[in-house]
């Protein structure tokens, strides 16, 4: 079976400062990888994805993800932390990669504070 | 951009009442999905739904939960019998055609207190 390990439940950073939020995964199978964002009272948004072809991924906001198979890590970044990038983030694998109902594995999520 | 909404945004209900839980998926959506979030807890799938017919289900969703697709816009997720443990947040989510190319959208969430 898939799983989703977070390291870290909370993360602080300065703001201006590098955020770095870790992923790894567990699966049988190529894994297909998701980042979504949580902000307060809000629902999941996607930040990016990782499905097959270049293993460095852009998202939204400033974000990326590399996906590494030889450490099974798919580690989310921001070169420069900004106030508004506080939020709960969770990493996400689909279980049935190819397939066509994709149930999504999640982590346990890391909040990120982000203070001046 | 197209958004998945859900209603209510937060229901409050007794012990052992039924509730149904509401979602208008993105309208070329053709997946369906329920998930909920226990306070502090992770993300969990309850169920996926695809031409008017359950695809998966997880273990939390039990002879107690339903899904239905009433219309061509309305998804909902029914709790026939809730129980204090079903206290959570509840998201719907859609994806287009087969393939992990097409992530899953989520709806804000519907957060059910169950007194």
């Known amino acids: 079976a898939q799983s989703v390990t977070q390291l870290g439940s909370h993360v602080s950073v300065s703001e201006g400062a590098l955020v770095l939020l870790r992923c790894n995964y567990s699966?049988?199978?190529?894994?297909?990888l998701f980042w979504y964002v949580q902000y307060p009272n809000q629902g999941l948004q996607l930040l990016l994805k990782?499905?097959?072809?270049?293993?460095l991924v852009k998202g939204i906001n400033g974000f990326e993800a590399e996906f590494k198979k030889s450490e099974t890590s798919f580690h989310l970044t921001k070169p420069s932390a900004h106030m508004s990038d506080a939020a709960e983030y969770f990493c996400?694998?689909?279980?049935?990669?190819?397939?066509?109902?994709?149930?999504?594995?999640f982590g346990a999520g890391t909040r990120l504070a982000v203070h001046p | 951009e197209p958004e998945v909404t859900q209603t209510p945004s937060h229901q409050v209900t007794q012990m052992g009442q039924e509730v149904i839980l509401r979602c208008v998926p993105i309208?070329?959506?053709?997946?369906f999905y329920w998930y909920r979030q226990i306070l502090g807890q992770k993300v969990e799938f309850l169920v996926s739904?695809?031409?008017?017919?359950?695809?998966?289900k997880s273990e939390i969703f039990d002879d107690q939960f339903s899904v239905e697709r009433p219309d061509g816009s309305n998804f909902t997720l029914k709790i026939r019998s809730t129980k204090l443990e079903d206290s959570a947040m509840y998201f719907c989510?859609?994806?287009?055609?087969?393939?992990?190319?097409?992530?899953?959208?989520f709806g804000d969430g519907t957060r059910l207190s169950i007194l």
């Open positions: 309208s070329n959506h053709l997946y």
């Open positions: 699966s049988s199978v190529p894994p297909y």
């Open positions: 996400a694998v689909s279980d049935t990669p190819g397939g066509g109902y994709n149930k999504l594995i």
């Open positions: 739904f695809y031409n008017n017919e359950i695809s998966e």
């Open positions: 990782y499905t097959t072809g270049a293993t």
């Open positions: 989510a859609s994806s287009d055609i087969i393939g992990p190319n097409q992530p899953q959208h």
